[in-house]
T-cell receptor, first 115, second 115 residues
Framework: DQQVKQNSPSLSVQEGRISILNCDYT??????FLWYKKYPAEGPTFLIS?????DKNEDGRFTVFLNKSAKHLSLHIVPSQPGDSAVYFC??????????????FGAGTQVVVTP | NAGVMQNPRHLVRRRGQEARLRCSPM?????VYWYRQLPEEGLKFMVY????????ESGMPKERFSAEFPKEGPSILRIQQVVRGDSAAYFC?????????????FGPGTRLTVL
């Protein structure tokens, strides 16, 4: 039962351009969302989060947008840099049920930033 | 300032053997989470532990898998009588508190291969 879906397994973007990663979820009780970044042979690294009371959160080059009615969130990276080449995971949690931080992860999107 | 440490990084076992995966959380962290990543899939939550307590094991297979986080020493994920389907990357994460907003820091993972 995949409750968090990243339908694009890969994304190629030119350096300096915007990367847009998408994530859809099915559980309307999810109210906290995160993005993690993962390099090969390393563990995921926390990138940015957003609570359902917001529709946008920005941190430097990274912005996460949340559309609750569509059960959709996206991560924008601008401008994209070669070091952004990694796998990006979307994760979601229902804080009422799993208050301690149990996350459901998507399958990931491989981003490749080309010169 | 060591991060989350996992060992071994790679583990090869034959079917029917036991696998023991170790996780040392970040200094000062008392909450440990285990995730499994099967090929081409996202991370799947397995178990959440605090010192000497299993808080949530809803993601653990009912048989052959167990986890502990003793008062002293690392957290251990134990898989008895491994089968080929257990081949995966196993990630451990830790946090300082159990709050939903508390970032989980991931280790580099243990790649288990069952022959």
């Amino acid at each position: 039962d995949q409750q968090v879906k990243q339908n694009s397994p890969s994304l190629s973007v030119q350096e300096g351009r915007i990367s847009i990663l998408n994530c859809d979820y099915t559980n309307s009780m999810f109210d906290y969302f995160l993005w993690y970044k993962k390099y090969p042979a390393e563990g995921p690294t926390f990138l940015i989060s957003i609570s359902s009371i917001k529709d946008k959160n920005e941190d430097g080059r990274f912005t996460v947008f949340l559309n609750k009615s569509a059960k959709h969130l996206s991560l924008h990276i601008v401008p994209s840099q070669p070091g952004d080449s990694a796998v990006y995971f979307c994760a979601a949690s229902d804080r009422a049920t799993d208050s301690w931080g149990k996350f459901q992860f998507g399958a990931g999107t491989q981003v490749v930033v080309t010169p | 300032n060591a991060g989350v440490m996992q060992n071994p990084r790679h583990l090869v076992r034959r079917r029917g053997q036991e696998a023991r995966l170790r996780c040392s959380p970040m200094k000062g962290h008392s909450h440990v989470y285990w995730y499994r990543q099967l090929p081409e899939e996202g991370l799947k939550f397995m178990v959440y532990l605090q010192k000497e307590n299993i808080i949530d094991e809803s993601g653990m297979p009912k048989e052959r898998f167990s986890a502990e986080f003793p008062k002293e020493g690392p957290s251990i994920l134990r898989i008895q009588q491994v089968v080929r389907g257990d081949s995966a990357a196993y990630f451990c994460a830790s946090s300082g508190t159990s709050g939903i907003s508390d970032t989980q820091y991931f280790g580099p993972g243990t790649r288990l291969t069952v022959l």
